[in-house]
């Protein structure tokens, strides 16, 4: 006999554990369904993000940041440090306590809201008076029925034609974040998020990284300016980045891979290296889902096609984060669920595109919300920028850490803040207060005439708003 849910919602990463939350919350029996499984077979909710996405990369580059602290920088502070070693396979087995440490809080997190979990993975079978039928494969299987559905399938690593994922020599993030051993030479195809965030990790520990990236351009999407001083200060710490590039035939042993490319002027290049990362994007999952039983819509992409409010074709049937349109960001999915949950519920929601912010947590980490200079002279919106470097703020000086800049852009008529860009240390942080004041439509001389507290980073931010208005008062 099948259960019956007001919502049930297939997986379970950022978009699905959150959106079963939050419809709980508000009075709705919810069933979620996930599929990822710990080392001992049982179950490990939380996503590509916990399992093998943001929080096993942020682990280990802590780790590798920490490593890297106590070979290059603790002499400047009087620490002497001798006979430093890394162990690789230490640092892994950390990573995964960490990533359990996360399942366990969503699964204690389901509990406390009396959301029903399901391990196993759930497809539609068909459509039925009221709602929907979904089958649980599992290791006992499951017959749900939910009068609403959210899918949250989340998505998969692009794979390079020709080069397909064995993950032991051909990597993916999953591959790279398991990993434990410090391998001699890596190579890197496509400056993709988690590529440059692994290539970090092991470069720190003694791995040379070579980074073959096709666009002419480093880091594309990012503003340039800022693009271009993190890739100066990758360059300086090791990482050898080649632009312009074409990937040719790509050949794996038990020794390592060979990858043959052309670079930017034409000539033939062969890179040999004993693990290979491939990171030239994400494709959405919607394997196994049986969205033909039901007539789900999908895209050319395989992304399942909805409206701005996450709706899709069908009836009660709804689709948020990585397998819709969009960025494919963790809290980008996170505000969907919330937004869908609350407009079953007769609610409101609302997720604002414009100031979702963007971090690469690299060292120097970067991060950005709102458009670009690039993007404002391509739409032809006349802006004024300010910027404001981190070696000229007291608390970058005393952390030993003055590499970047905060970068502001606001509009010449109005000064509303358009975007702002940061590459330098704890970027990921500063941003924040940046997404705020876009989100209440702030002008630079708001930020520029609030009290930042002295010494911190967040002054630099103070200072690039008042550069602005070209009145700096400590550059």
């Not at 749900?144 to 020709?162: D, K, Y």
Request: net charge neutral; charged share 20%; proline share 3%.
């Amino acid at each position: 006999m099948s259960k019956q849910f007001d919502v049930i919602v297939i997986g379970g990463g950022p978009g699905g554990y959150i959106a079963a939350i939050r419809a709980a919350q508000l009075g709705k029996n919810v069933a979620c369904v996930d599929e990822w499984k710990n080392a001992t077979g049982g179950p490990a909710p939380g996503g590509t993000c916990t399992n093998v996405g943001c929080i096993p990369s942020k682990a280990l580059l802590q780790s590798s940041e920490h490593f890297e602290q106590a070979s290059h920088h603790f002499a400047d502070h009087g620490i002497t440090v001798k006979g430093l070693s890394m162990d690789a396979g230490k640092m892994v087995a950390r990573k995964d306590a960490v990533v359990k440490q996360n399942n366990d809080g969503i699964l204690y997190l389901f509990k406390k809201n009396k959301v029903s979990f399901f391990h196993g993975r759930a497809s539609f079978v068909k459509a039925v008076d009221g709602g929907y039928e979904i089958k649980v494969a599992g290791a006992a299987e499951e017959t749900l029925v939910g009068q609403q559905i959210i899918v949250a399938t989340g998505s998969n690593a692009r794979a390079l034609p020709g080069a397909a994922f064995d993950e032991t020599m051909v990597l993916s993030n999953e591959g790279a974040l398991a990993l434990t051993a410090v391998p001699k030479k890596m190579g890197l195809i496509g400056s993709g998020v988690i590529g440059l965030e692994m290539g970090s990790v092991w470069r720190r520990l003694g791995s040379e990284v070579t980074i073959l990236e096709g666009l002419p351009d480093f880091l594309g999407a990012v503003d340039q300016q800022i693009a271009k001083e993190a890739q100066k200060a990758f360059v300086k710490q090791g990482l050898k980045i080649e632009l312009g590039v074409k990937v040719g035939d790509i050949k794996v042993s038990k020794k390592g891979v060979s990858v043959a490319w052309t670079n930017a002027k034409g000539e033939a290049q062969t890179l040999d290296v004993d693990k290979l990362i491939v990171s030239i994007g994400r494709v959405p999952n919607t394997i196994g889902l049986n969205a033909e039983a039901v007539g789900l819509k999908l895209d050319e992409r395989g992304a399942i096609v909805v409206d701005a409010d996450c709706k899709t074709n069908l009836p009660g049937v709804w689709a948020v984060g990585d397998v819709v349109r969009g960025p494919m960001l963790a809290h980008k999915a996170e505000e969907e669920g919330v937004a869908v949950a609350e407009r079953i519920a007769g609610q409101h929601g609302h997720v604002n595109f414009n100031t979702i912010p963007w971090v690469i947590y690299t060292s120097p980490e970067i991060a950005w919300v709102g458009r670009t200079e690039q993007q404002l002279k391509s739409d032809g919106v006349a802006y004024k920028a300010g910027t404001f470097p981190f070696l000229a703020n007291g608390r970058a000086r005393a952390l030993g850490d003055t590499t970047g800049m905060v970068k502001m852009l606001a509009d010449a008529t109005t000064d509303e803040i358009l975007g702002v860009h940061i590459v330098g240390p704890m970027a990921s942080e500063l941003i924040a207060e940046c997404v705020l004041a876009m989100e209440f439509r702030a002008s630079s001389e708001d930020i520029a005439r609030v009290c930042h507290a002295h010494p911190s980073l967040s002054e630099s931010t103070k200072e690039a708003a008042l550069a602005v208005d070209k009145r700096t008062l400590n550059f």
